[in-house]
């Protein structure tokens, strides 16, 4: 199926902001869903192809051969995940929920639950003081908090124990919600491109994310009438700040 946007001008009226949404996201939907079939198909043709080749050859199979059997197979995991994050952004304003009380204290403890696999493997360590309860859409919310803390997860340095501090602190008439990390760190000059869709700190390493999991974060922030910034430098780590005004707030809890 060959995706088709069609837009009719004859009224002179342009589309709305709504039915632009509408449409990306039929369009993301289509592109998802077309592409994802022959990565599939790759997917599991080069499985197999490697299998045989195991069978056949044994260990006479060159580390070169394994090599370039894994750098398919985690270019077609990164292509889902895209593909995946497309969807995702998509579906922000077209699929949303009503705005209800959001405790991110038990928010937080969710997505800890959720992640508990990744912490263990690493020996990551997570400390949370009081969190705001915030009106919100609970959906998006935990896809925020979630890509953030995953991130904090992913890239941390080697040889080091991750340790991830989340907070909140009232300044002004915003809440200032922060979550720091003592991981990688990020290059000053890409502290504003990392929130543009499909860009990635580093696009030779496998598992550096799809490019997409901040520009989604951002775009949460903004339909939550927010900020979303950073602080950030190479092997210092990162803070990650979400400010949102007081009037979408309950209270510290």
Known sequence: MEPVIKQDFSSGELPSE???????AEFAYIVSHDFNAPLRQI???????ISKLEDKLGDELGEAERKYAN??????????????????????????????DVNLTELIAE??????????????????SSMPIIRGDYGQLKQLLYNLIENAIKFRKKNDI?????????QNDMWR??????????????????FTMFKRLNNDEP????????????KIVERHKG??????????????YITLPVETNISLK
């Open 227 to 240: 900020q979303i910034s950073l602080e950030s430098a190479i092997n210092k780590g990162s803070i990650f």
């Open 71 to 100: 750098f398919i197979q985690d270019n077609i995991k990164n292509a889902e995940s895209m593909l995946e994050g497309l969807l995702k952004y998509s579906r922000l304003n077209t699929r949303t929920s009503p705005y209800s």
């Open 18 to 24: 709504s039915q632009l949404a509408e449409e990306f």
């Open 207 to 218: 598992n550096s994310g799809s490019g997409i999991g901040l520009t989604i974060c951002k």
């Open 177 to 194: 919600i922060f979550i720091k990390d003592n991981g990688i760190g990020i290059p000053y000059d890409m502290h504003d491109a990392i």
């Open 111 to 128: 997505i800890r639950h959720i992640l508990q696999r990744q912490l263990a493997e690493c020996n990551a360590e997570i400390s949370c």
């Open 43 to 49: 997917r599991e043709f080069s499985r197999l192809l």
């Open 162 to 170: 991750a340790r991830i501090i989340i907070g909140a602190e009232l």
